[in-house]
């Protein structure tokens, strides 16, 4: 018996102007979870769309359960046993989740006896099976559109565990899940280890890896660093092999100095009586002001509020003094207020524009000839302006956006909005699934941009991240602000003390 299922030696992969993999290479065992670690595009998710077929490796082999193999397709993979939850979700919202979870390999019965149509009630049966075998308790003919992110990430897990796979690659699954949630995932993992299905497992969330992973492989620049057994690895010592330096300080020091009053909210309340209802508070000039609670605080709905996405039934807004009639996301923008949005995939970013054309399509009136011809070469030294302010990793302005990596696209969003000179800038989740060393850089931007007197919200699901970057903390919990907490007194007991100050019938 072979002592891996499956070995991937010397892979190389370019792309136009960047290689991606350099002699990458995986070893994975039978029953075991094996962590893949790297910074964003050190090339994890490329390494793992080789295996998936998704990519055509340019050199390298594949030796799968002691043969070597050439997988040509997603569909040979998953015939072959190899199934994969990509970070970015590619759900149907207009399909149910039977549909979704069986989508290109639906049971089929004869009409009358020679017509091939889909078995609805055999897939909705196994649906409901799969569901139930995966501990997830929705209905296989709910339509998909009707879940939230977390949800449908969920279904995704299970429709890779319906191939009755022997590998499983897991890219970044517990991004967009809750606490219990991903309690339900490690014991699925738990369930297919035991089973012994071998699990690849991508995450920068290291008590994750250090408490689910058995291995751990890191990569950096698309190399192959080394591979560890985690029993005794440190959260110090991945680091240092992630980014190939010690990362002494997670968060850059202080210098901004929070001003006057300059942005004011008064019982605030959605028209949606089951969302946010009276919030009021205040953000001075140069602060940032952390917003904490936990899923379902309706922080997001707040500010989606505040930016005029969602509607609101009473409240006012005012900066200066003046109070702001917003009422749609271009009043916002008009009155200097941006923001970055949770999901960078579905409302961030145009994934087949250039990052040219992503981080200037919210300024591009500022950039008119005579009101309507776009002026392409100011428009080049804007954007050159931010890949160099930002550091942005990008073979060119003309790069698809959709080729970086998540913290890379991050920076042309934040990018995006800065070519506004916006004074209140709202960060919704401004480093999810993005790795320590871009998460450092995202974080020196926000301070920078604090101590030239912006005024930044930002939201975080991250206890440390709040209190390492926020003069103030509000706290949300049920629609409700509970309380505020000085960013020098803040804790994480007295943070989730407030997250959690339900009201009392």
């Known amino acids: 018996m072979n002592e891996y299922r499956l070995e991937m030696r010397g892979v190389c992969k370019s792309f136009p102007g960047v290689k991606a993999l350099d002699h990458a290479q995986l070893k994975l065992r039978p029953g075991k979870v094996h962590a893949l670690m790297g910074e964003n595009g050190a090339g994890k998710s490329t390494l793992m769309k080789c295996m998936f077929g998704i990519y055509k490796m340019d050199e390298g ?183 190939g330096r010690e990362l002494t300080n997670l968060y850059p020091p202080r210098s901004n100095v929070p001003g006057e009053v300059v942005f004011e909210v008064e019982d605030f309340t959605s028209i949606n009586p089951k969302s946010f209802r009276h919030v009021s508070f205040q953000l001075k000039k140069g602060e940032i002001l952390g917003v904490g609670g936990l899923v379902g605080a309706q922080r997001t709905e707040l500010m989606e509020g505040l930016f005029g996405i969602r509607s609101h039934t009473s409240g006012t807004i005012r900066y200066m003094g003046k109070e702001l009639p917003i009422h749609r996301p271009k009043d916002a923008i008009d009155h200097g207020i941006a923001m970055l949005t949770e999901d960078r995939r579905a409302t961030g970013i145009m994934g087949v524009l250039s990052v040219a054309d992503n981080i200037s399509v919210a300024s591009l009136n500022q950039y008119l000839d005579y009101g309507i011809v776009i002026n392409d070469k100011k428009v080049e030294a804007l954007v050159q302006e931010n890949v160099q302010k930002m550091n942005i990793k990008t073979p060119s302005s003309k790069t698809q956006i959709q080729s970086l990596s998540g913290g890379n696209q991050q920076k042309v969003l934040i990018g995006r909005w800065l070519a506004n000179s916006p004074d209140v800038l709202i960060l919704d989740e401004p480093t999810r699934g993005i790795d320590v060393g871009a998460k450092y850089e995202i974080y020196c931007i926000i301070e920078e941009l604090a101590r030239a007197g912006k005024s930044i919200i930002m939201i975080s699901s991250e206890m440390a991240e709040l209190i390492g970057m926020s003069d103030r903390i509000m706290v949300m919990c049920d629609g409700r602000v509970t309380g505020f907490i000085d960013g020098q007194d803040a804790t994480q007991e007295n943070i989730m003390a407030l997250a959690t100050q339900f009201e009392t019938v």
């Open 61 to 243: 082999e594949i030796i799968y359960e002691g043969q070597k193999v050439n997988i040509k397709d997603p569909l040979e993979a998953l015939k072959m046993g190899i199934a994969m939850v990509h970070q970015e979700l590619q759900p149907i919202p207009a399909r149910t989740i039977g549909e979704n979870i069986f989508l290109g390999r639906y049971p089929m019965k004869k009409l009358l006896g020679f017509i091939p149509v889909v078995d609805h009630d055999k897939m909705y049966a196994d649906t409901a099976e799969l569901l139930k075998k995966v501990r997830m308790n929705f209905d296989p003919k709910q339509m998909l559109g009707e879940l939230s992110v977390s949800q449908m990430q969920s279904v995704e897990i299970a429709k890779a565990v319906s191939a009755n796979c022997k590998v499983l690659i897991l890219d970044e699954p517990t991004s967009s899940l809750t606490a219990n949630e991903v309690e339900a995932l490690f014991r699925i993992m738990e369930d297919l280890k035991a089973e012994g299905v071998s699990i690849v497992y991508i995450s920068h969330k290291m008590d994750e890896i250090l408490r689910i992973s058995d291995e751990v492989t890191i990569m950096r620049d698309g190399q192959y660093i080394g591979t560890w057994d985690c029993q005794g690895l440190t959260t110090d010592f991945i680091i240092s092999k992630m980014v």
